[in-house]
């Protein structure tokens, strides 16, 4: 087979090729699905039953632009920059997306639908992408996708894929109403304005969460301070007052609202497969750019923090040979490994340099090897809510998570380490425990080969973030210190020699 080559900066080089497999690919991205919200959704069960289910997939981050565009380019969110709320930059050009790399070099027809915010055409994550539609929704799919469909060139290949945002908050069925557009009755809502505070602060962050006209109030009044006083709260009241009862609700409601988007999920695969989109041949992925907090570490809803809730996400593929069967595949696997994988079914050409990997290999002898993943998430002063900034890095495997904070302002360095087997939730931090690092973390040279590269990078990722926040806002964050901080790594011993990555 002639392959084609690429340049040092990812460009496609040379005259299209012919991939081995040229099969349909349909990619459902659910928006803000939690890995345990599958056990709501029968239908989506239906198709891991016929597919492969990863049990240990994460995000590379837990809010939606920067997961997204890792996705389709295979890069972490600090090497593509779409990585900070409120100050995501643009996807520069040099960067290849695999949309690009399947529409150049072997002639798929390649259409995103969105689900709106964070993806017009001037942020580039969706360059590859020949039709490019906004404010997509799972419910009346087929009069959105119709219009594609009936002007698809049939005998070439198609990548379709669809995001949607009913899953998200507000939580529950009633709130996806078809049109898109609900109308905003001011006066009919007792949202607190401006500097109000309200008596109940739980009772306009319920209102704001589980009811569209309300949180349309706020937005469309523009109203900052009301917006950031909701936000602050999701952080901070489990802490200041605790309302399990409230959270249970707030769950409850969100379970409801993945229900009904499964539902729709089953009606546009139904329906896709009826226009000959999916076939025998075609591949179906169903996953998730991030998760969903509930107060499990102490706040409600998504971005901020990379705990599990945040970050474990369902990585479903239904389709011929290594992607039937209805098995479930343990194993370690990053949303940042899917394209490649997909280019290595094919026998396709993939992207130098990336940093998601193939996994088609495990998935033939039935388990995808154990290695380090990685998520990552920073803000700016400027970021809702946020009146510092700091870089949070986490690296996953399936037995351990570990975390580093770093507070950009004072310089301050925190890490924490939760042993998964003994402790699933990641509740009991072994590094505030013991006040060190456990001795089979530190054995595996592989694992301290990867936190001491991670903490090397997140020092020099947090002086840029510093550097950009003051450089754009003005913003002082605090003395900048010159040399990375000491942590609890071992520095009486010699750096541990880090071998070759076995072949996966």
Known sequence: MSRGGYDA??????SPTQAQRRPNIVIV????????AVAHMP??????AQ?????????PTSWTQPSITSLLTGLLPHKHGADTPGDARPLPGAITTFPEVLRRA????TAAFMGGKWFDDSQGTLQGFETRHGDYLLRGATEILAPWVAKRVQQAPQLLFLHTYEAHDPYGARNHPWPVRAPIHPQAHAVAAGGDVPADRWQEVWQF???????????GQRDRQALNRIVQWTLRGCELDPRPDILERLRAEYEQGVTWVDGNLRTTCEWL???GVLNAESILVVTSDHGEAFGEHGMIGHGRRLDDELVRIPLIIRGPGPFSGGRTVSGTVGLIDLFPTLLDYMGAEGIPGVDGLSVLAGLKAGEVRDRPVVSEVRAVPQTLGEPRS???????????????VYDVGDGTLAEHVFDLHADPGAMRDLVTATGELPAALTSDPLLCGEIEALRDRCWGEARATAARAYSLYGVDVGPLVTERPASCWPRDTAPPVIPPAPPR
């Open 9 to 14: 900066d990812g460009q496609f080089l040379g």
């Open 390 to 404: 700091w870089v949070r890095t986490a690296l996953r495997t399936t037995r351990w998570k570990w975390e580093l």
């Open 273 to 275: 497969k009826a226009q």
């Open 29 to 36: 991205l659910i928006d803000t699905l939690r890995a345990d």
């Open 106 to 109: 072997y002639g798929y027809q």
């Open 209 to 219: 969460l589980t009811d569209t006209v309300a949180r349309e109030t706020v937005r």
């Open 51 to 59: 597919g492969v289910s990863f049990l240990d997939a994460t995000a």
């Open 43 to 48: 239908y989506l069960r239906s198709l891991a």
